[in-house]
């Protein structure tokens, strides 16, 4: 081998090497599986350490990727924040996905809501992160928060809104439905912002195997009495 081809040949190397992805391009394969990683690796330290703490090398250690992987896959750490963001959310909100593409009445389809949200709520010790990056995020508010509720927690917040119109008899805007969706979505986010106050009171309330059907049962009972006297009072005229 010639010196000018192995120099041709080592230029190619370091330009694949270094090359960014462009917009919605997709990647696949040992890319995907790396990309993988270093979001939850990126989850786990940001919900440990904050946005302004943690650092993309210790990221790409725990990812076991190159120190660089960061900014080849996502562009930079805001971009990558952004994305381990946007992953926790979509994880966290499944059961609201599913629910709003599903057949069945809206009372069927709200439990199904419920359900999910708790799942995720008390799942595996693995995907806390999911749980913890957003609470951190909301108490904690950074540049990225405005972000994530126009991309994320406002379209959901429409779809939740959809179902609870549909569930109430009641317009997607009426005062009642906007009220009793937040009122519901409430009780979810109480247990996703104080999971860990709630195991120091009520050890066996997470975790014993029926937990997650429990606490859907209570959630979705209780939201549904409300609801149903809300709509009835305003279609009496009373909840305006």
């Known amino acids: 081998m ?43 330290i940001f919900s440990e350490k904050g946005y302004d703490r943690a650092t993309a090398r210790e990221i790409c250690e725990m990812a076991q990727a190159n120190s660089a992987a960061i900014n080849y896959y996502f562009g930079g750490k805001d971009r990558f924040y952004l994305e381990v963001l946007r992953e926790a959310h979509l994880r966290l909100t499944v059961g609201l996905r599913d629910a709003g593409e599903s057949l069945g009445s809206p009372e069927e389809r709200l439990k199904h809501l419920i359900g999910g949200f708790i799942s995720s709520i008390l799942g595996p010790p693995s995907e806390l992160w999911t749980i913890r990056v957003i609470v951190k995020e909301v108490m904690a508010p950074t540049w990225a928060l405005e972000e994530l509720v126009d991309v994320q927690i406002r379209p959901s917040s429409v779809l939740l809104r959809a179902l609870i119109a549909e569930l109430m008899e009641l317009p997607v805007d009426h005062p009642s439905v906007v009220r009793g969706s937040l009122c519901t979505i409430g009780q979810l986010v109480f247990h996703l912002q104080n999971k860990n106050v709630i195991q120091l009171m009520f050890p066996d309330l997470y975790e014993r195997p029926e937990s997650v059907a429990e606490l859907t049962h209570f ?6 009495a409300g609801l149903q006297k809300l709509m009835r009072e305003a279609k009496a005229g009373k909840g305006e």
């Open 2 to 44: 010639t010196i000018q081809s192995h120099n041709v040949r080592k230029s190619n190397i370091m330009i694949k090497k270094t090359r960014k992805l462009k917009p919605g391009q997709v990647v696949i394969g040992k890319d995907q599986k790396t990309r993988s990683r270093l979001i939850e690796a990126g989850g786990i």
């Open 219 to 224: 959630v979705y009972e209780y939201s549904v």
